[in-house]
């Protein structure tokens, strides 16, 4: 039987590296998606999630259980990738514009990518506790109460947040948005 | 565009930027490679509480119960009877204090009034 996370976590306090390796193994793939939704760059991802495991792996015999071990690893994720973005804006390659393909249907292709990339650089443009609640409320699909959890606050003030959110988005988006009706 | 399509378009736009599962999967495998290599040191608490401070349990349980009800029962002996009477020996009758009889207990009306009490 699988073991919980809080009973490995136990295991990892007493310096049990294979038990750290099984929590990574379990978690990697949510958290690397997680930072590369809010980083939009792989290789940051990557460091942003070895950085994480770091310190799972340092602060073990601190922790205590006061709430699961999933919620407290993506507040660890998300802090890390807001001190990333606030210590250096880039323009990222990924979100830079693609070349035009010459092949049938490439011209609604192109539009799409071209309206994705306006919707992630308007994400990216919020504030930081407004950017945390879209992405993992519509990326991580998290429940309100899990956000809330995560970021330190209420319920309500998750839907807050949301709203003014997605008003802001909607204001930075108002043409292309507009376009589509 | 509406609330749902907005909503959809997020979803849209965030998965996509997680990227495919092939690159996840190949992502997690690196990472875990880096972090395979040999660990840093843990850092521990400088002070922490003895165990058993940090392993109260509040959840009622039967032997606890059974505690609580026996030192309640004592309590309330020791209380009705003190330390100095035992529990065979009754107490004396009460002793009437005002020694007027029944009227001593009626209430007068107020003489200036006529109020009762």
């Known amino acids: 039987m699988d073991e919980s996370d809080e009973a490995l976590m136990a295991r990892v306090a007493r310096g049990d590296q294979k038990a750290f390796h099984l929590l990574a193994r379990r978690h990697l793939p949510a958290i690397v998606g997680l930072a590369r939704r809010i980083l939009g760059n792989a290789a940051e991802a990557e460091d942003v999630a070895q950085e994480a495991l770091m310190r799972v792996w340092t602060y073990a015999p601190r922790w205590r259980p006061l709430a699961l071990f999933r919620t407290w690893l993506t507040r660890v994720v998300l802090n890390l990738c807001l001190d990333r973005k606030r210590r250096a804006r880039w323009v990222e390659l990924e979100t830079a514009g693609e070349i035009v393909d010459p092949a049938p249907g490439a011209g609604e292709k192109a539009e799409a990518a071209e309206r994705e990339r306006m919707v992630a650089s308007a994400i990216d443009n919020l504030p930081p506790r407004q950017r945390s609640a879209i992405m993992l409320t519509y990326g991580e699909g998290m429940t309100n109460a899990e956000v809330a959890e995560i970021l330190d606050t209420s319920v309500s003030a998750v839907e807050t947040l949301l709203v003014r959110g997605k008003h802001n988005l909607r204001r930075a988006l108002g043409s292309m948005i507009d376009k589509d009706n | ?117």
């Open chain 2, 1 to 117: 565009m509406k609330d749902e399509q907005f909503d959809n378009l997020l979803r849209a736009t965030l998965s996509r930027r997680a990227g495919a599962t092939h690159q996840n999967e190949a992502a997690v495998e690196r990472v875990l490679n880096r972090v395979s290599g040999p660990l840093p040191r843990q850092r521990r608490p400088r002070w922490r509480l003895p165990a058993v401070l940090l392993d109260w349990q509040f959840a009622p349980a039967w032997p606890r119960m059974a505690a609580l009800a026996c030192c309640a029962v004592i309590g309330f002996f020791v209380g009705i009877a003190g330390f100095d009477r035992s529990f065979e020996a009754p107490d004396p009758a009460p002793v009437s204090l005002g020694g007027g009889g029944i009227g001593s207990i009626t209430f007068e009306p107020e003489a200036l009034t006529g109020a009762r009490p």
